[in-house]
Every structure is written in C-alpha cells, then in structure tokens.
C-alpha cells in the first residue's frame, strides 16, 4: 500500500508572477505525501487538520480516504458523528478529483448528498465507486481545455478486523466543478478591469 496520493499531473509551462507560481509550488507540495498534505490542511483545511483525514492509493490504483476514530469525530454516544462523516466527504472527494485533474486545476463541490445507512462506531473509509471510468472520463475532458463537471458516487464504511468485511454506514453522491487555474485567473482579471472601467 503506498501513502502517496500523486497521480497523473501534467507537465505544463510555469505560471508568471510570483502568487501563482507560489500557488503552484504548494499545489504540488500538497499532493506528494500525507505528511505534506496535512501541513497544507493546517494552513489551509484546519477542520481536515483536525479531523486526522488522510488519502491513500491502493497498489490496484484504487483511491481510499480513513476518518480516525478519534474523539472530535465522535458524538456524546460514542459513534462518528454524522457531521464528520458529512462535511468529510467533500474533503475525500475533492482530495480524489485534485490528484486526478493535477495541480492546474480548481476544484469546487456544486452538490453533495449523503444518507446514512447506519451508525459507524470506528473508522470510517471513503472508498470511490468506478474509479477507472471517472479517469477516462477525466482524461477526455482535459483534452478540450474547457471548465466541466464530474459526478462522483463515494461509499462509506466502518472498518472491522482484519478478517471481517468492511460494514457499509454511508453513500455520497457529490457533482464537482472543474476549471483551469489559467480561465479563472483571465476571467478574473477581465472583471476587475471592467470594475476599474466604471469608477472611473
């Protein structure tokens, strides 16, 4: 098992100007290891900090995010509490689809649904449902360059022993919104010019 949650970043030409070359550079930082990731998830995602959330990628390349049972994510009966598991997802997911689109993309949750099946009284596992057809899907859309959406489909379950199978307490159904850091940075600067137009 490899803790490392890197995949498929494309190799582009360096942004100009010293923010987003900086963005860039923890973009990277942030998806080669947990340890690194947990660093920018305390600057950046104290509640993922907090919550000990962590991503792993299986040697078949199946993705994989743990929720320790910890006691922040327990509620006053002793099992996870429904908003850690909840609010946890969007991290999962959005932690999945970075590594998927690479660090020149943005990332943001449109949607997310969960039902609870059943209280999850220890570590809970986010486990992506058709991970090998959301990457071809993925892959397709960047070959346009446009900005897309992807629906990403997450079950949750409570780890046992060993020997036991993993019992399911969840399932996440979330649509993500992709765009190039570049667009969104040229759509930036157009409004803040047509915004010094009028007051002027």
């Known amino acids: 098992m490899s803790s490392s949650p890197t995949a498929n970043l494309q190799t582009v030409a360096p942004p100009k100007g010293l923010w987003p070359r900086a963005e860039a550079f923890f973009s990277r930082l942030s998806t080669k290891n947990n340890f690194w990731h947990r660093v920018c998830s305390l600057i950046w995602l104290p509640y993922a900090w907090r919550s000990g959330i962590s991503m792993k990628r299986l040697n078949t390349g199946r993705f994989t995010a743990i929720l320790p049972f910890k006691r922040v ?73 446009a900005e897309f959406n992807v629906d990403l489909t997450m079950n949750v379950c409570q780890i046992h022993g060993k020997s036991e199978r993993p019992l399911r307490v969840g399932r996440c159904k979330m649509t993500f919104h992709c765009a190039p850091k570049a667009a969104v940075r040229s759509r930036s600067s157009k409004q803040a010019r047509k915004r010094r137009k009028l007051t002027v």
Not at 110 to 126: I, M, Q, S, W
Not at 131 to 140: A, G, Q, R, S
């Open 73 to 145: 994510n327990r509620n006053w009966y002793n099992a996870m509490a429904g908003a850690a598991l909840l609010g946890n997802s969007e991290v999962a997911g959005g932690m999945f689809l970075f590594s998927e689109v690479g660090i020149d993309y943005i990332v943001i949750c449109k949607d997310l649904k969960y039902r609870f099946l059943r209280p999850c009284c220890g570590p809970a596992v986010y486990d992506v449902v058709n991970p090998e057809t959301l990457h071809d899907y993925v892959d397709k859309a960047k070959k346009d360059g």
